[in-house]
């Protein structure tokens, strides 16, 4: 923490998203957080109760739509509570606390979508030994090294970043503890740990999608093989929910964080941040439950059981 006279700072203050325009904006936000919250439990309790949803590729799917929830409850609720209170300061702890979660959850769901993408790969380039490759114990330990894998990475980041001295200014412009700004506020030089956000960031951004890239090349090498047009349309069907999913979250990720000289030209990716913290985790089970036709079966079977009962 910081030494000498430097005076350790308690709180910081958020600045939010600058509207006049509070209450509505307080109004959209709500509903996109409540529509979320309730296609991913959707989509989390249909794969649980459907037997024929009973497979790696949707037993990575509910892990998905488990991570989106905790993902946008992170931040969206303390965004929806600042946008009603005029004060907007967070404790120190509290800040470090999201930031924590922030970063575990995102880099859970980067692994995540590496391992769905490896499950499509020995799907369809290994059909025959795919039952023997992706047993139910292979696939939870696929699960738990991708959430291992988030809560170790991120907690050697966040205790890096929090042993800096901060003992100037406590205004944050953003409307969540981001790392970029948070890391702007410390005193003395920080391109040490612009670098550590660097490797992290590399880690757990081009990493992972370099492993998808990869899969992704044999899978439409092994589809261009294929005699049908039904089965190469077909398993196109099948990855297209994947492919867009990666193209949304890791396309906005790597805008906002895989650059150079971030905390200097930081302050225009608010509105891309909310692209990944809110709304790719409402599309997701959109995205999958209307492009998969078994989902959007199991969805419907599940909804007329519920009436019924």
């Not at 951004?205 to 090349?217: A, D, K, R, T």
């Not at 589809?223 to 297209?240: A, D, E, N, Q």
Request: glycine content about 6%; some cysteine; charged content about 10%.
């Amino acid at each position: 923490m910081g030494e000498g006279n430097e005076t350790q700072l308690n709180e910081f203050i958020l600045l939010g998203l600058s509207s006049h325009r509070q209450p509505l904006l307080f109004g959209i936000f709500l509903l996109i957080y409540l529509l979320t919250l309730i296609g991913n439990t959707m989509v989390i309790v249909t794969v649980a109760i459907d037997a024929q949803l009973h497979s790696p590729m949707y037993f990575f799917l509910k892990n998905l739509s488990l991570t989106e929830i905790f993902y946008i409850s992170v931040t969206v609720p303390r965004m929806l509570r600042d946008f009603l209170n005029l004060n907007k300061t967070i404790s120190f702890w509290g800040c470090a606390a999201q930031l924590y979660f922030f970063c575990f959850l995102g880099t859970t769901e980067c692994f995540l979508l590496a391992v769905m993408a490896y499950d499509r790969y020995v799907a369809i380039c290994h059909p025959l030994h795919y039952m023997t490759i992706m047993t139910k114990a292979r696939c939870l330990e696929f699960s738990l090294s991708s959430w291992f894998s988030g809560i170790i990475l991120s907690f050697i980041q966040i205790s890096y970043v929090f042993s800096l001295p901060f003992c100037a200014s406590n205004i944050i412009d953003h409307f969540f503890c981001d790392i970029l700004p948070v890391v702007k506020l410390a005193c003395g030089e920080t391109f040490a740990n612009e670098i550590a956000i660097l490797i992290y960031s590399s880690l757990v951004i081009p990493l992972p999608f370099l492993l998808i890239l990869v899969s992704y090349i044999h899978i439409i090498m092994s589809i261009l093989r294929m005699p049908s047009g039904v089965g190469r349309k077909k398993v196109f069907s099948t990855c297209g929910s994947h492919l867009t999913s990666v193209t949304l979250f890791y396309g906005t990720a790597t805008i906002t964080y895989l650059k150079t000289k971030s905390t200097k030209t930081y302050g225009g990716s608010k509105m891309i941040s909310l692209l990944y913290i809110v709304f790719i985790p409402m599309l997701n089970p959109l995205i999958y439950s209307l492009r998969n036709s078994i989902i959007k079966s199991a969805m419907k079977r599940l909804i007329k059981y519920k009436k019924g009962s």
